[in-house]
């Protein structure tokens, strides 16, 4: 769980304070490996967080007939770029407020050969028209309980009827009370997976 203020800031900075150090991580799951770029100043720097590997793992896939998913939050992209693997006709849309996340990820979709079908996007980019099958995230918890219900209300209602979202949330970082809080907000939300201390949690709209 690696979802903690550093010294030097936040992981969803707009611009992260830190200097730059790159390296280079690698997601290994049962159907891809892939090498990704990460770096400091952007969240899960030092490898994979296991959050993120456990919502790859023991979450739903996407539909084969995706057209349209959201990684919210996308960081330097293991979660979109593990949908645009599993979804091959879906154009994943990877949001995040941290610039140096958004330009890892677009490098990391590229050398992936996914240019074009990921499309990576500050929030207020995204066009208000667009609306998706599924939206996978680790969320930004960090942000604090006002700012994450908002930011959740925003994009959860982008959801097509029957489409639905995964969430993986560790339970010291409030995994239950959020998932209270989606159900009295109106969603479904059911709880997919337990496991290392994280819940997946499937939300469907209201
Ligand atoms: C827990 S991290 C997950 C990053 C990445 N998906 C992963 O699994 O490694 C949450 C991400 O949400 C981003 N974030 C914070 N506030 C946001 C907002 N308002 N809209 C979109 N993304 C945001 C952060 O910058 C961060 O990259």
Redo the contacts with the bound molecule.
Sequence with gaps: ME?RPGPAGH??DRVPAVASRRRTVTLTLPDLTMELQADRG???ADG??P??KL?LLDGSRPSHHARTLL??????????LALATRAPEATVWA????ER?LGLCAENAASHGFDGRVRIAA?DDVPPDVTFDGIW???????GKP?LHA?LTGWLDRLVPGGHAELVVHKHLGADSLARWLDAAGWSVERTGSRMGYRILQVTGR
Excluded: K
């Design positions: 979802d992981y969803f952007v969240f899960a994979i967080d959050g993120t919502l990684d919210l939050g996308c960081g330097y992209g293991a979660i979109a949001v995040d407020v941290n996340a929030p995230s680790n969320p930004p918890i960090r942000i700012a930011l």
